[in-house]
């Protein structure tokens, strides 16, 4: 296998958002810079004429390519072969390495040499004709294309050496985790909510899980399967945090007191209640859900509203408008699919009734929900939650975040 000693990170979205570009290339940097250091400590991140570039020093680059492409903001990156020495016939060698490194191996391709080092002694087109006859010498099957190649063979003559690459991978897109404040994700076993969460955290916003539990009915094996999703979830972020609020007493309260036809929506507003106060305590500024219209009854229009009816703090739904088939492609892409079809029970599937409303209305719901403490309902779950820091490698540890 080649050694390379850069890759260049290209961050195409972020060129756009002029105003906000240095704060956002910050955090990229911050990002990487985390996400890297505890693996590849050698790795060092540079800003160099408005791009970044990684500086293995020795670290292998298949496997910090593969962090790069779960790190949002990043565009595309390319590894990159680095020579010291001014030489045309090293640089030969070394472009032609790059070429032979290409895979899938390219049938056509171009060279383009950039100097900005106007000492070296070769101007760019005679580069291109000296470096690309050189390769097409040694490799008989590929052709000069220089309208539609397969590969772009970029050298770069610098006053410090020469940077050669040919490839280019695509990165995850986005902006950069933390660039665009805090939600709360409502994070069910289930496949949606994590994609829901990847969305989210893909557009810059960094999230904290919520995970309603009803032990004992609902078995630790179900929370196992959430706390499994968060970690794999937390591989975009390099960690997130996750909130398991005990269920089961309002569950209890709610098959109790309220027709069984409304308690799907009665319990869909007390996790809002909660998510919103887990929200005002954690600094977050909105809450994301899995929900889609017209997937099943608890998901209309009439449901959401008689949901959405009890708080002021924004939900995003990312997924809102998205097929199943869209949603589980993208559940295949992230890793999460596997974990969420795997069949332990959830809360909500727990207490199933018979035939649940499916247009509920904010009035009826409120009377239902009269013979109910909700403040106290609320205030109890939240001070019961038990709150995890999920770290993409390490088994959770339990903290006292309140
Ligand atoms: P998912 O695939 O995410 O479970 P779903 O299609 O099963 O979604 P619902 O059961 O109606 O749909 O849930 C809608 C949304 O409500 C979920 O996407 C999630 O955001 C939230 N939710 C449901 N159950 C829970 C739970 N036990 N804990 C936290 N959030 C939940
Ligand atoms: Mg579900």
Redesign the pocket.
């Known amino acids: 296998m080649m050694q390379y000693e850069h890759i260049l990170i290209r961050y195409g979205e972020l060129a756009l958002k002029k105003r906000n570009r240095g704060e956002f290339e910050t955090q990229l940097v911050r990002n990487i810079r985390k996400n890297l250091k505890g693996s590849f400590p050698n790795v060092q991140v540079e800003r160099t004429f408005g791009r970044l570039y990684l500086s293995l020093h020795g670290e292998p680059y298949e496997k910090v390519a593969e962090r790069l492409q779960n790190i949002f903001g990043i565009h595309s990156f390319s590894p990159v072969r680095f020579v010291e020495e001014f030489e045309l016939e090293v640089i030969q060698k070394a472009a032609l390495e790059v070429m032979l490194d290409a895979n899938p191996a390219p049938r056509t391709f171009k060279v383009i040499t950039k100097r900005p080092n106007k000492q070296f002694p070769h101007r760019s087109q005679e580069m291109n004709r000296h470096v690309g006859g050189y390769v097409l010498r040694n490799m008989p099957d590929l052709k000069v294309d220089v309208h539609n190649p397969d590969v772009e063979l970029i050298v770069e003559i610098r006053t410090n050496g020469t940077f050669i690459s040919c490839r280019t991978i695509k990165g995850a897109g986005g902006l950069p985790t933390g660039s665009g404040g805090k939600a709360m994700?409502?994070?069910?076993?289930?496949?949606?909510?994590?994609?829901?969460g990847w969305k989210t955290m893909r557009r810059g916003v960094r999230i904290e899980g919520?995970?309603?539990?009803?032990y004992p009915f609902t078995s630790e094996r179900a929370k196992q399967k959430?706390v499994d999703l968060t970690r794999i979830l937390s591989k975009y972020s390099g960690g997130m945090k996750l909130h398991i609020?005990p269920?089961t007493e309002i569950q209890t309260e709610i098959r109790k007191h309220c027709p069984e036809h409304y308690t799907i929506t009665i319990m869909?507003r007390f996790?809002m209640r909660i998510?919103e106060k887990l929200a005002e305590k954690n600094g977050a500024l909105a809450i994301?859900?899995?929900?889609?219209l017209g997937?099943?009854a608890?998901?209309t229009m009439e449901s959401m509203y008689t949901i959405n009816h009890v708080i002021d703090t924004p939900v995003i739904r990312p997924?809102v408008a998205m097929d199943k088939e869209e949603i589980i492609e993208i559940a295949h892409k992230i890793g999460t699919y596997e974990t969420?079809i795997l069949p332990f029970e959830?809360?909500?599937?727990v207490f199933v009734p018979k035939s649940p409303v499916t247009k509920p209305k904010v009035d009826v719901a409120e009377r239902c929900e009269v013979p109910l403490d909700i403040e106290k309902l609320v205030e109890d779950a939240v001070n019961n939650v038990e709150s995890l820091w999920i770290d993409p490698a390490e088994p959770e540890v339990e903290h006292d975040f309140f």
């Open positions: 994700l409502m994070l069910s076993g289930g496949i949606d909510s994590p994609v829901a919520v995970h309603f539990h009803s959430v609020v269920f869909r996790m998510a994301a859900t899995g929900e889609s997937q099943v608890s998901q997924l969420s959830d809360c909500c599937t």
